[in-house]
């Protein structure tokens, strides 16, 4: 499986981003998707994730403010980020759990939210 992730970028407080994460390969063997953050001198952070059944899950910081939404055709994954803070900021990494062989990793994709 791999993982190209998509769509960071410089956005003022307020504003929004979507990032896009397309998963290729062996893609049945992946039972969830999602999407983690690390900001500078923070641990990595669950942000969102959604299973291939379609149920969603989110961190409390980004409830009500961010959308995990996946495309199965395209076998991408979105992030909808609206209402962004300055403590959005971070690198974002895609996810894919591999129930057996455990997870794969996208490159991260930086995320700046200037005040």
């Known amino acids: 499986v791999q993982l190209q992730a998509s769509g960071g970028g410089l956005v003022q407080a307020g504003g929004s981003l979507r990032l896009s994460c397309a998963a290729s390969g062996s893609i049945y063997v992946i039972n969830s998707m999602g999407w983690y953050r690390q900001a500078p001198g923070k641990q990595r952070e669950l942000v969102a994730r959604i299973t291939r059944g379609g149920a969603t899950d989110y961190a409390d910081s980004v409830k009500g403010r961010f959308t995990i939404s996946r495309d199965n055709a395209k076998n991408t994954v979105y992030l909808q980020m609206n209402s962004l803070k300055p403590e959005d900021t971070a690198v974002y990494y895609c996810?894919?759990?591999?129930?057996?062989?455990?997870?794969?990793w996208g490159q991260g994709t930086l995320v700046t939210v200037s005040s």
């Open positions: 996810n894919a759990d591999r129930p057996i062989s455990g997870p794969v």
